[in-house]
């Protein structure tokens, strides 16, 4: 009984999150949006990553500051050049992991 809900809970989870990314796309193909729109939906993806990027190089402390992540600031630096330079995802991401790689077996 309880394998059965278990397989059921995740196969409802993987329907959720398949409809999730994909109905957006079938539903946008059939509707017009305003270039201001779509120009405002352009910004998405930056905001995303700098929430992300914040949320990590901050460390909350309650009643207090957060601290600075220095291993996240440092490991940012070369991310940050990659994408100036290249501009490409997949490599600003690979940069970003081997830093923070490099920098966590150094120090």
Avoid: Q
């Avoid at 959720?16 to 957006?24: C, D, E, K, W």
């Avoid at 929430?51 to 991310?79: K, R």
């Amino acid at each position: 009984m309880l394998f059965n809900k278990v397989v059921l809970t995740i196969i409802c989870c993987g329907i959720v999150a398949i409809l999730s990314r994909v109905l957006p796309f079938v539903l946008l193909k059939y509707v017009h949006l305003s270039d201001r729109l779509v120009e405002f939906l352009d910004f998405v993806p930056i905001v995303i990553m700098t929430t992300l990027w914040f949320s990590n190089l901050f460390t909350p402390h309650l009643g207090n500051l957060p601290i600075l992540n220095l291993e996240y600031l440092l490991a940012s630096l070369p991310t940050f050049l990659a994408a100036i330079v290249t501009k490409n995802l997949l490599l600003i991401v690979l940069v970003g992991i081997i830093s923070l790689t490099i920098l966590r077996t150094v120090i």
